[in-house]
Every structure is written in structure tokens, then in C-alpha cells.
């Protein structure tokens, strides 16, 4: 999930450098952060500020160093809130000022420490600080998906532990594809079609903002204090919380009330409508707006209000009871001992499971297809240079003199770096997937042009939209492999295991690409040099290889729902991304489609609906009214994740943020995205020591109290 079009011009208004005062009361109100702002243009680098500090060096270890870390924090954040709900988001500028600006001024520029961490700190340091974190814990996003969905279809070792060498080498073959491949995505996207980028736009001012001489200091005084606080808040609520949950997290309002002599009302719990105080989604609320977060309620009434109950009634879904005492009933079945059930049985969880996928799947590629016109238009007049000694230059001398690029040649990739390094990356694919995945050359290289194909379609809506897509498009890499499996006669495990591997491929490659290519558009606008970010993603990806693997074996040993949502019904992991790609997969490799016929209709029906709202949307509706027509991407992830509290925790979220932004516009401008982050890593950490507690064996679940919790058993 991203930030808006919106939030960019919140961002344009309050974080760009102020063009200084006239007398000492206005100095004052500028130290103070009550200034007005010029909106910058984010086609092309900002301004040359005369009073900017010359950064000597850009490409440091503290910033490499300093990066990881909040990869680190990123990755865990993003694994745990991932696995709640399926969103991920990227780092916050302010979280690298916050580390670095204080030990810059603090540490002696003199002595070995000096040298490796003190000295002045800069926008474009900053900006490397962005580039390694991205790359760090971004690819995350495969142990929210297509990984965990390997071992719910039991075509892995029982523990991903046991499996580490084979996590680490698909994680380095879709991590390092896609950074190699992104240098010529940001020649064409950000160089040539000066595409807006919103969220890492915003990002570039707000770097812009915090380090200006005149205006940065006082603000990012404030903007860390607030990160800080709300960080801490976050965190000690999260850990404290879980040796209570049913009094101080979630409130099962439907059980309390059954409890008391209104015994109807457990259906409200059944369903799962009760109300979690979670800062994470709360926060997540505040980024994504309005638009965003009033869809994916609208879609959890929608399906979990209206939907699943009319299914029960009817007899078209069923639910399994959980306790022997209270009637307390799971309508969350993914699997099923009978496989007729699937058809004639099912859970309305997995009956609504593929109108939400179809639901995605056409807002995404409907919704790329009204915005790809210009990328038609544009490849017909791409030219093609025969000299093949071109081909390994910085600029071509066909190009010289009509390239756009401002950032000197001697400061760009060279070409020979990212071709060498996208043909070993590819080789290196070739061999891990034929040896440990059991795939053919063919199958590997497909794989891997997908998701060159895939990052295409990502950066065009990131840079566009600031929708990020692949998750949801990268299922037609499915699709393909399931006929290839089909046509190859291949049994269904081998089919399901080749089609789960080559999605990781694809998806992940993609995903990085499209993540690497937004802070390749910040350093753009910040005038940092492209050959240092490449080598900061290059060092990310590598500390992203061990660092995912070693989150996610942690959150599963914590956890062992992730893998197998039937050992435990109040999993506090939905997985709604796992379940997504195993029904993908378990779909496109059976003999016969396991889908209910009334879902399939329904299915049908709702996407030629989404597809006839997302084409009327571009051709008739103004633009200023976009704003109210619903998000179908998070109208269909309702469909997929059966988290009403989360879609409740965002939507109060939203409105708290419009209100806040109404009441108090200068407030909301200094500190809305610092308590917003503050929240998401406060809860995500937090979530992290939850797990290492639980390893332990001192976490509340032997510790803590079951009061609040349906059928008084822990649900934390």
C-alpha cells in the first residue's frame, strides 16, 4: 500500500524549502515550521539550493550500514504486517535523518570511528540511506505470498529451517534480477517519460525539506521527536498488550454481549466482526486515505456482512464448530479432507476467495490498460543503435545530444555493469532453479522474462498511480505454468511446485524492480548519483538474501499457523496473500477447477462489473471525482482477507487523518507521516519480540490471561 496523489501535494505544500523571509517574526514562524510552501516540480531535478552543503561523499558505510538496519526494521514491519493483512510499505525517509543527523554531529570527524559515522550528512547520503534500506527489506514480500504457500501445499520440508539454503538461493535469484534490470526502466520511465512517482516524489521532498539549511533543523527536531514517541508508544503496546489481549487489544464485542444473555449475537464474533487497537493499521489508515481505506471496509461489509451470512443461510457455504461448550463457529476453511468439499462444502472464506482474485486481478490490468496508451506510442519511436560498442557506454554518441539525463556520464551506471550482472543473475537463476526446483532451463528463463514483462506493468502503475500491482498480476505467471504443467503431463505436486517457484520469480524480481526504481526517481530529483544507489540496492540485496529468511523461519517457529492455518483457528496470522497463491495454484493444476459454481458466477460477474466501473472511470468521470469511486483492489482484498478489525482500525485511521489535516493543516503537514511511521515499525517490532518471546516460551500465551477471549481461550 502506498501513499496518494494526495498526500504527494500535502508533502509539496509543507516539506519543500521555504524561499526565505523578510523580517525576524517570519524567521521565527520559519524555525517554527509555520511556513508556506512553492510546489516543486518533480519532472526533473529540484534546484540547485546556493546555501546546499557539497557532499564530497555520498556513498558511505554508516549510510550502506544505517540502511540495512532499517531494512531490518522494514522487513520485519512489512513480514509481520504482511502476514496480517497482505500491505507492506516501504521506509520512511525520516527514520535514516533521525539515526545519522545526530551521530554526524555528535561524533568527531577525526579517528577511525569518526570517519566511518561522523562528519556532515547531506540529502544525497540520505538518499543512499533510502536506496540500501529499500533493497533490504522490500523483498519481503515473498515470505507474505508465494513462500509460506509452498509449505501449506506440503511441497517443502516440514520447517522452513531446514530449508535455508534453498530460501536463501530463491530469495538471491529474484532479488538480484531485479536490481540489475532496473537501470534501463530508469532511463526510459523517469529520464525519458518523466513519469510522477508519487510516494517516492514525496519521499525526495521530504529528504529536500529536512536537510535545508534554513528550515530543516527545527522541523526535523520535531518530525523525530514524533517518530520517536510514537515508535515507543507502538512498540510497549504491542508486547504489553499481548499478555492481555482480549482487554487491552481486541474486543470481542459479540462474545461479550453472548456472555451477558444476548446469545444471537456470537454470530457478530463468528464472522469475525469485533475491534482491534492495532497502531500498525491505524497508521496504515492515515498513509493510504480515505479512498483506500473506506474500500476495503466497504468491501469487508460487503462480503463478511452481507455475502457470508446470505451463503450460510442458503446452504452454499458451511462453517465448522470450534468448542465443545459455547457455539463459536470458523467460517475460514481453506482445506478440506473430502476434496468434493471444495465444490459442494466449501467455507464462505473460500468461496469468496475468487471473487475477490478476479476482483484484483481486472482493476489491475483494466486500470494499467487505460493508463498504457503513451507506452505504445512511445515504443514505436525507441531507436535502435547497430554498434554494438554503444551498447556498453554510459551515453551513446547517437544519444548525446539529445539526452535528458542531468546526472553527469561519469556518475551513471555503466552499461557494462548492470548487462554483465543481469547475465550472470540469470545464469545463476538457471542453475538454482534446475537443481533445487527441479525446473528446465525453458521453464527458468520464462520465469524470469515475466518478470521483466511484470516490472514493466509495475512501474508504469507505481509511477503513474503509486499502486504497486505486481502481487495481484504476478498471478497470471500461474496461470502460464499451469498450462505448461498441464501440457507436460506433470503430476500435481511437481505442477504445483513449479508453478509456486517460477511466481516467486516473477513476482519477487518484479516487486524489487519496481521498489528499486522509486528510489532510483528520488535520487533522480535530489541530483544523487545513480552509480552509488545501484551499489547501495546491490548491498541491500545481499543483507536481503539472509535477512527475510531469517524473519520469516522466525515467525514461523513462533507461529506454525503461517504454514498450517489448521493447527491453531485463532491464528493471529490471516496469510491472506498465502491463501490467495495456493488457490491459484491448487486451481490451475487440478484435473478439474475446485471452484464452487456459484462463486464462479459470482466471480464473473463482479469482474465484468469492475471492468465496465474501471473503463467508465477513465473515459467519463473528471478526474476531481476519482476520489469517490471505490478502490476495487481493496474492495477485493476484503473478498481475500477475512480481517474486519484491520479494514475498521484503517478506516477510523483515515477519518482521524482528514480531520487532523482540516482542523490543524500546519500539525498535520510537521508530523503526520512521523507518527504514522512511528506506529507501523512501533507494532511490527513489537510483533518481532513477540515471536522471539514466544520461542522462549515466556510469551502470554503461558503468561497471560484468556479474559475477553471467545470460548476463554488465549487469542493473542
Not at 505467471?477 to 503431463?489: E, H, N, P
Not at 490467495?580 to 486451481?587: G, K, L
Not at 467519463?620 to 474486519?644: D, E, H, M, S, T
Amino acid at each position: 500500500m502506498s501513499t496518494t496523489q494526495d498526500d504527494v501535494n500535502v508533502l509539496h505544500r509543507s516539506d519543500s524549502p521555504s524561499m526565505g523571509s523578510s523580517n525576524e517574526k517570519e524567521r521565527i514562524e520559519v524555525l517554527e515550521g509555520e511556513y508556506e510552501m512553492e510546489k516543486p516540480d518533480i519532472s526533473k531535478p529540484f534546484p540547485r539550493d546556493p546555501d546546499e552543503m557539497v557532499e564530497t561523499h555520498q556513498l558511505t558505510i554508516r549510510a550502506i550500514f544505517v540502511g540495512c538496519c532499517l531494512g531490518a526494521v522494514v522487513g520485519a514491519s512489512n513480514i509481520y504486517l504482511g502476514l496480517k493483512t497482505g500491505f507492506t510499505f516501504g521506509p520512511q525517509a525520516i527514520f535514516g535523518f533521525a539515526i545519522i543527523k545526530p551521530l554526524s554531529k555528535a561524533l568527531p570527524e577525526s579517528g577511525l570511528i569518526g570517519r566511518l559515522f561522523g562528519g556532515p550528512f547531506g540529502p544525497k547520503e540520505n538518499c543512499t540511506v533510502q536506496s540500501s534500506a529499500t533493497a533490504a527489506g522490500g523483498i519481503g514480500i515473498l515470505f507474505v505470498s508465494a513462500v509460506p504457500a509452498l509449505y501449506r501445499l506440503h511441497l517443502l520440508s516440514p520447517l522452513p529451517k531446514s530449508d535455508i539454503g534453498k530460501l536463501i538461493a530463491i530469495t538471491a535469484c529474484a532479488s538480484f534480477f531485479g536490481v540489475f534490470f532496473v537501470i534501463p526502466l530508469r532511463k526510459y520511465y523517469i529520464v525519458k517519460q518523466k513519469l510522477t512517482f508519487p510516494t517516492p516524489a514525496a519521499t525526495a521532498v521530504t529528504i529536500h525539506a529536512l536537510h535545508n539549511s534554513r528550515t530543516g533543523a527545527a522541523a526535523a527536531r520535531k518530525k523525530s521527536l514524533a517518530l520517536l514517541w510514537a515508535f515507543i508508544a507502538a512498540f510497549c503496546f504491542k508486547v504489553v498488550s499481548s499478555y492481555a489481549p482480549g482487554v487491552l487489544f481486541d474486543w470481542h464485542i459479540g462474545w461479550t454481549l453472548y456472555r451477558i444473555g444476548f446469545t444471537s449475537i456470537i454470530a457478530l464474533d463468528n464472522y469475525g466482526w469485533y475491534i482491534e487497537f492495532t497502531p500498525a493499521f491505524f497508521g496504515a489508515g492515515m498513509l493510504s486515505g480515505l479512498n483506500a481505506s473506506w474500500s476495503f471496509l466497504g468491501g469487508s461489509i460487503l462480503a463478511w456482512g452481507i455475502i457470508a451470512p446470505s451463503l450460510i443461510k442458503n446452504g452454499l457455504a458451511v462453517g465448522q464448530s470450534i468448542s465443545d461448550e459455547f457455539p463459536l463457529v470458523s467460517y475460514n476453511a481453506l482445506s478440506f479432507d473430502d476434496p468434493s468439499d471444495f465444490t459442494t462444502n466449501p467455507s464462505p472464506r473460500y468461496w469468496l476467495l475468487w471473487p475477490g482474485i478476479l476482483m484484483m486481478l481486472v482493476y489491475s490490468f483494466t486500470d494499467l490498460g487505460m493508463n498504457s496508451g503513451f507506452i505504445l506510442s512511445a515504443l514505436r519511436n525507441l531507436k535502435f543503435n547497430a554498434d554494438p560498442r554503444a551498447w556498453f557506454r554510459a551515453v551513446s554518441d547517437a544519444a548525446a545530444d539529445d539526452d535528458e539525463d542531468e546526472s553527469p556520464p561519469e556518475d551513471r551506471v555503466p552499461t557494462l555493469w548492470w548487462t554483465l550482472g543481469l547475465a550472470a543473475s540469470t545464469i545463476m537463476c538457471c542453475a538454482i532453479l534446475a537443481t533445487m526446483f527441479n525446473m528446465n532451463v525453458g521453464e527458468a528463463i520464462l520465469s524470469l522474462i515475466l518478470g521483466f514483462v511484470f516490472s514493466f506493468i509495475g512501474v508504469q502503475s507505481a509511477g503513474t498511480t503509486d499502486v504497486n500491482p505486481v502481487t495481484a498480476v504476478a498471478k497470471a505467471s500461474q496461470l502460464v505454468f499451469g498450462g505448461i504443467s498441464k501440457g507436460a503431463g506433470l503430476a500435481q505436486s511437481p505442477a504445483q511446485t513449479v508453478n509456486l517457484t517460477a511466481g516467486i520469480i516473477a513476482a519477487g524480481s518484479a516487486a524489487q524492480s519496481t521498489d528499486m526504481t522509486g528510489d532510483l526517481k528520488t535520487g533522480y530529483l535530489l541530483r544523487a548519483k545513480p552509480r552509488n544507489q545501484f551499489v547501495a540496492q546491490l548491498c541491500g540485496a545481499v543483507v536481503a538474501m539472509f535477512l527475510n529468511v531469517g524473519l520469516f523461519i522466525l515467525f514461523t517457529t513462533a507461529s506454525t499457523c503461517i504454514l498450517d492455518p489448521n493447527v491453531d483457528e485463532h491464528c493471529p496470522y490471516g496469510a491472506p496473500s498465502v491463501s490467495a497463491w495456493v488457490a491459484v495454484a491448487v486451481a490451475v493444476t487440478s484435473p478439474k477447477l475446485p471452484i464452487p459454481s456459484s462463486s464462479g458466477f459470482t466471480a464473473i460477474g463482479l469482474g465484468i462489473f469492475v471492468l465496465i466501473a474501471v473503463v467508465a472511470k477513465h473515459l467519463w468521470v473528471p478526474k476531481r471525482y476519482w476520489q469517490y469511486i471505490p478502490n476495487w483492489n481493496a474492495v477485493g482484498l476484503a473478498f481475500v482477507a477475512p480481517q474486519i478489525p484491520f479494514s475498521i482500525a484503517m478506516a477510523i485511521g483515515s477519518v482521524f487523518n482528514y480531520l487532523w489535516m482540516k482542523r490543524n493543516p500546519k500539525g498535520f503537514d510537521m508530523y503526520m507521516f512521523a507518527v504514522a511511521a512511528g506506529m507501523l515499525a512501533g507494532e511490527g517490532l513489537g510483533g518481532v519480540l513477540q515471536a522471539l518471546l514466544a520461542i522462549a516460551k515466556v510469551d502470554g500465551s503461558l503468561f497471560g490471561t484468556a479474559i475477553g477471549c471467545p470460548g476463554l481461550e488465549f487469542c493473542g
